[in-house]
């Protein structure tokens, strides 16, 4: 019977051939491939097997030598490293096959273990998602289309594994990748890459993208790429499903999928992703509140100023928010604020408030943040209407009558709004997040407080959580 049967041997290991590889392998008349691979398969051949081994980039000869060992009536086994139809052998028989108008010579493939799953299988679990794989080996494709395709694997947020890393003469390419990856995606993407999966001079290594050396790289080494909720936890290297965090079809639950939908996808939108949490957690919030991604150049920050107010609500010193109007106040969640042990306050419409309005000749939320500092000068300030309420906030800073934990300024409007901002910038003590310009509003004010809240979910961008 003519017969060839193209075998994936898996990445080298015996214990990761399949039984079905070995089988084919033990009744062959004939075993075809590069001599570098028949030292996994001598232990299994039968007595008087042929065996036609070839150095490297020997491929067609290969295939060319199996046809003609097919045609005297022998079953042929061609063996190729990993899976053979990735990146080997199966499509050039089947192009010869086609060629050579042999349909009488029957041809099987037979699977194996490619090096990206080994590879994948030894760092964890990093292609739990949508994935692709990519040569930069550019012998056969022009550079300019394997540039097309990282660029293209990089903007899909696919998890991406990289064959032919490098070589002698392929030294700049991996560079290059990793270039055009840190163009959209965060410097603290994981990054595995393992050389001689399954053999015995097995290396595995863990990093990120920005840490990522190409110089500890050969041609022997498979790396590859995490999409952007891919992490690193306990030494695994872990892209989710989604899976874990499925929950059940309550109204609840299925408003955090939606959030979370909507953060990866502003993730995947934003000029500048790779910021620093305590920025980014912030700016995900805005720009969820009010779909306006010009948040990333005009919310401003002191250095860690999102850190540095959550720091408080973490050891217990910061217990009450003040708001400038009650719109802000109910925005803020309620669960959170009960799983945190913090009261919110706001006097717009207390009594006193408008009597010291009257009395004093100023406008209500002058008098609302008076009356705010008499009984909780240590509080987190939140200002979503009025820049009234931030002056006098600077006013009684500076009289020494207030001392804010964190200030968040983002009034709304055309009248003084942009200078009471420029004014509550200026007190560099205090941690503030600024809406800078005339943008800004009640919602996106208690975002921002709802991102400080929440500032221990940001490690795995896990937003919606309400307790």
Request: aromatic residues 8%; glycine residues 8%.
């Amino acid at each position: 019977m003519k017969k060839i049967i193209i075998a994936g041997l898996g990445p080298g290991s015996p214990e990761d051939m399949t039984p079905a590889v070995l089988h084919a392998v033990s009744q062959a008349d004939a075993v075809v491939g590069y001599k570098y691979y028949f030292q996994f398969v001598e232990p299994y051949l039968k007595e008087r097997c042929e065996c036609v081994d070839t150095g490297m980039k020997k491929e067609r000869e290969r295939a060319e030598m199996a046809f003609q060992l097919a045609l005297q009536e022998k079953t042929v086994v061609v063996i190729s490293s990993g899976d053979a139809g990735i990146y080997g052998m199966a499509p050039l028989i089947y192009e010869m096959q086609q060629e050579q108008a042999a349909a009488d010579v029957e041809v099987t493939v037979l699977p194996g273990i490619s090096a990206f799953q080994k590879a994948a299988s030894l760092l964890g679990a990093p292609i739990g998602h949508d994935m692709c794989i990519i040569s930069l080996s550019d012998l056969m494709t022009p550079w300019s289309l394997i540039e097309r395709r990282i660029r293209a694997a990089a903007v899909g947020d696919f998890v991406t594994a990289v064959y032919n890393p490098k070589s002698h003469g392929r030294y700049w390419q991996l560079y290059r990748l990793q270039e055009l990856f840190l163009q959209e995606r965060s410097a603290d993407t994981p990054v595995g890459y393992v050389r001689q999966a399954g053999r015995d001079d097995q290396l595995v290594k863990l990093t990120t993208l920005g840490a990522f050396d190409p110089e500890e790289v050969d041609m022997f080494t498979v790396v590859l790429i995490g999409n952007s909720q891919s992490y690193i936890a306990d030494g695994k290297f872990i892209t989710p499903r989604g899976y874990y965090r499925q929950e059940s079809s309550s109204s609840e639950s299925v408003g955090k999928s939606i959030m979370q939908q909507s953060f990866r996808t502003i993730l995947s939108e934003m000029q500048h992703p790779d910021v620093p949490r305590w920025r980014l957690w912030p700016l995900l919030h805005a720009i969820h509140t009010t779909v306006d991604f010009s948040m990333e150049d005009c919310l401003w920050m002191d250095e860690r100023a999102t850190e540095l107010i959550y720091n408080k609500v973490k050891d217990g010193t910061l217990k009450h928010i003040v708001t400038d109007v009650t719109m802000a106040a109910s925005g803020i969640r309620k669960g959170a604020l009960d799983r945190l042990g913090i009261q919110v306050h706001c006097y717009i419409n207390d009594a006193k408030t408008k009597q010291m309005a009257e009395e004093k000749g100023i406008t209500r939320s002058q008098a609302s943040m008076q009356q705010a500092a008499e009984q909780y000068p240590d509080a987190l300030y939140v200002v979503g209407n009025a820049p009234t309420a931030l002056f006098e906030i600077c006013d009684l800073v500076h009289k020494g009558k207030l001392h804010p934990a964190g200030i968040i300024a983002a009034p709304v409007g055309f009248v003084h709004v942009c200078e009471s901002k420029h004014a509550v910038k200026t007190l560099r003590h205090i941690p503030k997040l600024i809406v800078e310009g005339r943008k800004g509003g009640s919602n996106l004010a208690a975002t921002l407080c709802n991102a400080i809240l929440t500032f221990d979910d940001a490690e795995f961008l896990s937003p919606g959580r309400d307790i």
